[in-house]
Nanobody
Framework: VQLQASGGGLVQAGGSLRLSCSAS????????IAWFRQAPGKERMFVAG????????VYADSAEGRFTISRDNAENTVYLQMNSLRPEDTAVYYC?????????????????WGQGTQVTVSS
């Protein structure tokens, strides 16, 4: 499966962005999808994930209550709605896929990756 992340940009603190992860080349409903982010000089970290059925989702503590992950299997797309953005949310955001129902927070559990989209939050 090929993934394409989009929707990043520059936003002021307190603002919102919606990222999209579009998939092609596979049966989208067979993959659980996660968002990771990587700030300069830091490791790539788990942000949120949604199971292939869409029935369950998990969030990093930093995203809980501010970000919402959802999926539209008919459109082969996963969304990450990010509200109340903070300067520390600034990073390149990547979507990733794995062919299992169970979600993992480790980047090493995801064999398929999109190219990343830059999110910059100004103070």
């Amino acid at each position: 499966v090929q993934l394409q992340a989009s929707g990043g940009g520059l936003v002021q603190a307190g603002g919102s962005l919606r990222l999209s992860c579009s998939a092609s080349g596979g049966t989208f409903s067979s993959y659980s999808i996660a968002w990771f982010r990587q700030a300069p000089g830091k490791e790539r970290m788990f942000v949120a994930g949604i199971a292939l059925s869409g029935g369950s989702s998990v969030y990093a503590d930093s995203a809980e209550g501010r970000f919402t992950i959802s999926r539209d299997n008919a459109e082969n797309t996963v969304y990450l709605q990010m509200n109340s953005l903070r300067p520390e949310d600034t990073a390149v955001y990547y979507c990733a896929a794995r062919g299992f129902q169970v979600l993992h927070r480790s980047r090493w559990s995801y064999p398929y990756w999109g190219q990343g989209t830059q999110v910059t939050v100004s103070s």
